[in-house]
T-cell receptor
Framework: TQLLEQSPQFLSIQEGENLTVYCNSS?????LQWYRQEPGEGPVLLVTVVTGGEVKKLKRLTFQFGDARKDSSLHITAAQPGDTGLYLC?????????????FGEGTQLTVNP | KAGVTQTPRYLIKTRGQQVTLSCSPI?????VSWYQQTPGQGLQFLFEYFSETQRNKGNFPGRFSGRQFSNSRSEMNVSTLELGDSALYLC??????????FGPGTRLTVL
């Protein structure tokens, strides 16, 4: 059973379109992070959200943490080919000490020019 | 500030052999975590070390082990390699909070 359900798994869109990726769980997370990974490389941290209801913006990317800290979303406005990559959400479960992260399955985004 | 470094970047081994992977965290980071990434299972947590002590452990067999040195550098070892151990092994460092920074990974292929 996957603790973090990420959807959609695959997304192929045209340049200029908007998209949203969802990350859902029945567990409460003390923090949630979004990463972007290129083939053959390690994930690169995009953002960390820690407060329920928190919204963070990173240029054309908007991240939201659910009020109950069980879900999160990533919205990209006017996607560009450079946004292509694997997007991963990862949460630190509230009852877990230390730096252990639980990852979603990832969303493979392809933005076509 | 230099990022997380992992060596080697690529490894090819045969079944039954053992392998040691190395990770150097970001300067000042005392926590090092290891993850296994495969196409079918995604990123799975192996273990975390903090100040030379294992603080968390995932659900992997005892063939997977690790350690951390006084300079925070970490190694992980896999003994008696199996074909299913082929994966990208990722190391991540943090100051001890949940925000983690990943290295480029070691691609292990078991033949």
């Amino acid at each position: 059973t996957q603790l973090l359900e990420q959807s959609p798994q695959f997304l192929s869109i045209q340049e200029g379109e908007n998209l949203t990726v969802y990350c859902n769980s029945s567990s409460v997370f003390s923090s949630l992070q979004w990463y972007r990974q290129e083939p053959g490389e390690g994930p690169v941290l995009l953002v960390t959200v820690v407060t329920g209801g928190e919204v963070k913006k990173l240029k054309r990317l908007t991240f939201q943490f659910g009020d109950a800290r069980k879900d999160s979303s990533l919205h990209i406005t006017a996607a560009q080919p450079g946004d292509t990559g694997l997007y991963l959400c990862a949460g630190a479960m509230e009852e877990t000490s230390g730096s252990r992260l639980t990852f979603g399955e990832g969303t493979q985004l392809t933005v076509n020019p | 500030k230099a990022g997380v470094t992992q060596t080697p970047r690529y490894l090819i081994k045969t079944r039954g052999q053992q392998v040691t992977l190395s990770c150097s965290p970001i300067s000042g980071h005392r926590s090092v975590s290891w993850y296994q990434q495969t196409p079918g299972q995604g990123l799975q947590f192996l273990f975390e070390y903090f100040s030379e002590t294992q603080r968390n452990k995932g659900n992997f067999p005892g063939r997977f082990s690790g350690r951390q040195f006084s300079n925070s550098r970490s190694e992980m070892n896999v003994s008696t390699l199996e074909l299913g151990d082929s994966a990208l092994y990722l190391c991540a460092s943090s100051r001890g909070l949940h925000e983690q920074f990943f290295g480029p990974g070691t691609r292990l292929t078991v033949l």
